[in-house]
């Protein structure tokens, strides 16, 4: 293959999947937040992978769900607008799946796009499902694709190496393009107040329980690049109930302190530099039942019925 191709790829399944993990080992890069929950991705996020050859732009999305509305409805429209505008597809499967017919739901929604398509089982890692990794392999090729299997943490060489295939087959599935689509530099469009309001939204997941990250949303209030000393990060954690307050905040602050110090120290990695960080906890009472208060925070549900 000659000629420079560049285009999207966009990893679908499961919640929990591994899209996100698979997502950072390719482009090498830390760009989309992982946590052992499910429903963790809640907007596309790409991460870019150039060479030579090519430059594959992955987009990541939330899982597979079936919603029409509130925030779920939002990351069931999310998930199929990315499967709508990406030139070829990856359907994820875990060898981890709690019912063998969601893999195989995943495998019929992507064969049945029309597009360009491989199958990836994800976490190989795990002894006791291996038998599982020739069932969806099998399960994937026999709806006409090819089928790789990985494990994306702790890789090894052998691992590493098969990273190597697996971006030589995203640049078979993506057009021929007269030039890249991103800056060949970039490993993710996404501006550095989202990676890090994503990082405190995974540092929530880490750090408060049950439905109380799922309940809760993240912005910045404030970014100011120029303040005297060091970058000043302002951030507002936003729960849709009075009482979630203490909880994200703990007794004398302590579980927003862990919050705040494990982020800043994320976000200082990412951006090469020392910043402030300021965290604020405030209530919207149900804003996912709001569909103005959604759109404020970035979540636009078009089709909504209310
Ligand atoms: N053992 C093992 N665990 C993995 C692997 N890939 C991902 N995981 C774990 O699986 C969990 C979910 O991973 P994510 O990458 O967040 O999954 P996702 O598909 O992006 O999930 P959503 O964003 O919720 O749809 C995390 O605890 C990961 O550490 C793998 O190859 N092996
Ligand atoms: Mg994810």
Request: proline share 4%.
């Given at each position: 293959m000659n000629s420079y191709r560049a285009g999207f790829i966009g990893l679908i399944g499961q919640p929990n999947a591994g899209k996100s993990t698979l997502m950072n080992f390719l482009v090498d890069q830390k760009v989309s937040i992982v946590t052992a929950k499910p429903q963790t991705t809640r907007r596309r996020?790409?991460?870019?992978?150039?060479?030579?050859?090519?430059?594959?732009?992955?987009?990541?999305?939330?899982?597979l769900?079936?919603?029409?509305?509130?925030?779920?409805?939002?990351?069931?429209?999310?998930?199929?607008?990315?499967?709508?505008?990406?030139?070829?597809?990856?359907?994820?499967?875990?060898?981890?799946e709690e019912k063998a017919?969601?893999?195989?739901?995943?495998?019929?929604?992507?064969?049945?796009?029309?597009?360009?398509?491989?199958?990836?089982?994800?976490?190989?890692?795990?002894?006791?499902?291996?038998?599982?990794?020739?069932?969806?392999?099998?399960?994937?090729?026999?709806?006409?694709?090819?089928?790789?299997?990985?494990?994306?943490v702790d890789p090894d060489e052998e691992e590493k190496s098969l990273r190597q295939d697996l971006l030589q087959e995203a640049l078979k599935l993506i057009p021929e393009s007269p030039a890249p689509l991103y800056d060949v530099e970039l490993f993710t469009p996404e501006s550095a107040r989202n990676l890090a309001a994503e990082v405190v939204r995974e540092k929530c997941f880490e750090h408060l329980h049950h439905e109380l990250p799922y309940n809760l949303a993240v912005r910045i209030i404030k970014f100011d690049e120029v303040a005297k000393t060091v970058p000043h990060l302002?951030?507002?954690i936003i729960v849709a109930k009075e009482s979630h307050k203490g909880m994200v905040i703990g007794k004398a602050g302590s579980v927003l302190k862990k919050i705040g110090?494990?982020?800043?120290?994320?976000?200082?990695?990412?951006?090469?530099?020392?910043?402030?960080?300021?965290?604020?906890?405030?209530?919207?009472e149900d804003w996912f039942s709001n569909n103005r208060l959604m759109k404020e925070l970035g979540y636009v549900v078009t089709d909504s019925k209310d």
């Amino acid at each position: 293959m000659n000629s420079y191709r560049a285009g999207f790829i966009g990893l679908i399944g499961q919640p929990n999947a591994g899209k996100s993990t698979l997502m950072n080992f390719l482009v090498d890069q830390k760009v989309s937040i992982v946590t052992a929950k499910p429903q963790t991705t809640r907007r596309r996020v790409m991460g870019i992978h150039s060479s030579k050859e090519g430059q594959i732009v992955f987009v990541d999305s939330p899982g597979l769900i079936q919603a029409d509305r509130g925030l779920n409805g939002f990351l069931a429209q999310e998930a199929e607008d990315v499967m709508r505008n990406v030139d070829a597809l990856w359907a994820i499967v875990s060898v981890d799946e709690e019912k063998a017919e969601d893999a195989k739901k995943v495998i019929e929604l992507v064969s049945s796009q029309k597009k360009p398509w491989i199958g990836i089982v994800t976490k190989t890692d795990l002894q006791e499902k291996a038998h599982r990794v020739l069932i969806l392999k099998d399960l994937i090729e026999k709806k006409g694709g090819k089928a790789f299997a990985i494990s994306s943490v702790d890789p090894d060489e052998e691992e590493k190496s098969l990273r190597q295939d697996l971006l030589q087959e995203a640049l078979k599935l993506i057009p021929e393009s007269p030039a890249p689509l991103y800056d060949v530099e970039l490993f993710t469009p996404e501006s550095a107040r989202n990676l890090a309001a994503e990082v405190v939204r995974e540092k929530c997941f880490e750090h408060l329980h049950h439905e109380l990250p799922y309940n809760l949303a993240v912005r910045i209030i404030k970014f100011d690049e120029v303040a005297k000393t060091v970058p000043h990060l302002s951030i507002e954690i936003i729960v849709a109930k009075e009482s979630h307050k203490g909880m994200v905040i703990g007794k004398a602050g302590s579980v927003l302190k862990k919050i705040g110090s494990d982020a800043r120290k994320e976000i200082e990695k990412i951006m090469g530099e020392k910043i402030f960080l300021d965290l604020k906890v405030s209530c919207r009472e149900d804003w996912f039942s709001n569909n103005r208060l959604m759109k404020e925070l970035g979540y636009v549900v078009t089709d909504s019925k209310d």
